[in-house]
């Protein structure tokens, strides 16, 4: 028996050791598909938002058909957020910034529309507009919550895969760390409005 020993401790340690590495890979992928799962929560948020936009215009431009620049610069951007889509798994910091500053694009054109549509009483009494409006507001806000819950959980993926010692499986495996959603340059600076 003391000769099996030793070959014994061994194919245990080696039993442990395949487990835990088992259990913290399933442990990254679960953090890792999460997030994926939330940035694609992100993703129908904003296309909630770029749902509304069409009725909205339409609503706009029965009162102000003559702001045609301003409601085509919304229907532009809205076809530029749109059209940019990421995987947040293997996203570079250039296709976030690209993503990010699509959706301040139209951020920026629905806040000139918004101005816009303060010249217009009548626009600011419309059943559909008020209707619209809320629903774009909700929708802001709902967009807000899913990129902060998006952010939170890929930064706990990325600190279970930098822990030691998960990071050297972690590097074996290749899981890479994912970008955070972050806010888009000069948004700490509230936009003038006029309305003159």
Do not use: C
Not at 47 to 60: C, E, F
Not at 90 to 98: D, F, G, H, I, R
Not at 128 to 141: A, H, I, K, M, W
């Amino acid at each position: 028996m003391k000769k099996w020993l030793p070959l014994i401790i061994i194919i245990i340690l080696i039993f442990v050791l395949y487990k835990w590495v088992v259990g913290l890979n399933n442990t990254m992928v679960e953090k890792q598909e999460t997030a994926k799962t939330q940035w694609a929560n992100v993703e129908s948020a904003y296309q909630r938002r770029a749902d509304l936009i069409p009725n909205l215009v339409n609503t706009v431009k029965g009162y102000a058909s003559h702001e045609k620049e301003t409601l085509e610069g919304v229907i532009q951007a809205r076809a530029n957020a749109t059209k940019t889509t990421i995987d947040p798994s293997n996203v570079t910091p250039e296709q976030m910034a690209s993503f990010q500053q699509a959706q301040s694009g139209l951020t920026g054109a629905l806040s000139k529309l918004m101005v816009v549509v303060e010249k217009y009483p009548d626009l600011k009494a419309n059943q559909n507009f008020l209707e619209l409006q809320s629903q774009l507001e909700g929708t802001e806000n709902r967009i807000n919550v899913e990129r902060n819950r998006f952010n939170t959980m890929t930064k706990d993926y990325n600190i279970l895969i930098r822990k030691f010692p998960a990071k050297l499986v972690a590097s074996i495996l290749n899981f890479d760390p994912m970008l955070l959603f972050q806010a888009a340059e000069g948004s700490d600076v509230a936009p003038a409005v006029n309305f003159n």
